[in-house]
Nanobody, 121 residues
Framework: QVQLVESGGGLVQVGGSLRLSCTAS????????MGWYRQAPGKQRELVAT???????NYRDSVKGRFTISRDVARNAVYLQMSSLKPEDSAIYYC???????????????WGQGTQVAVSL
């Protein structure tokens, strides 16, 4: 019913930059928040950044000052600008949306398929 499509991952050298994009489509009525998680091999999925409908943003400590999350509410999109990338940023990045479906009174969470980010020395 809802699709989240991510793009922008890839291979970059230490200190480089990447911009991830994610767009939600389908039976979306409203989106309360969008954000990004990541999961490295052998590790648990962790929250990277979130952006709520009130333009409030939150970041995990290790990316503060290097990553910037932004939303385009009209496009149901969220972006993650990543700079000064480090090898420990390498992971699969997953977009999520906390949203209401059409004709539904309860919210749900939708996930993207993930996009790989690899930071090389």
């Amino acid at each position: 019913q809802v699709q989240l499509v991510e793009s922008g991952g890839g291979l970059v050298q230490v200190g480089g930059s990447l911009r991830l994009s994610c767009t939600a489509s389908g039976r979306v009525s409203a989106i309360r928040a969008m954000g990004w998680y990541r999961q490295a091999p052998g590790k648990q999925r962790e929250l990277v950044a979130t952006a709520s409908g009130t333009d409030a943003t939150n970041y995990r400590d290790s990316v503060k000052g290097r990553f910037t999350i932004s939303r385009d509410v009209a496009r149901n999109a969220v972006y993650l600008q990543m700079s000064s990338l480090k090898p420990e940023d390498s992971a699969i990045y997953y977009c999520y949306a906390d949203l209401f479906l059409l004709y539904s009174a309860s919210s749900s969470v939708a996930w993207g398929q993930g996009t790989q980010v690899a930071v090389s020395l």
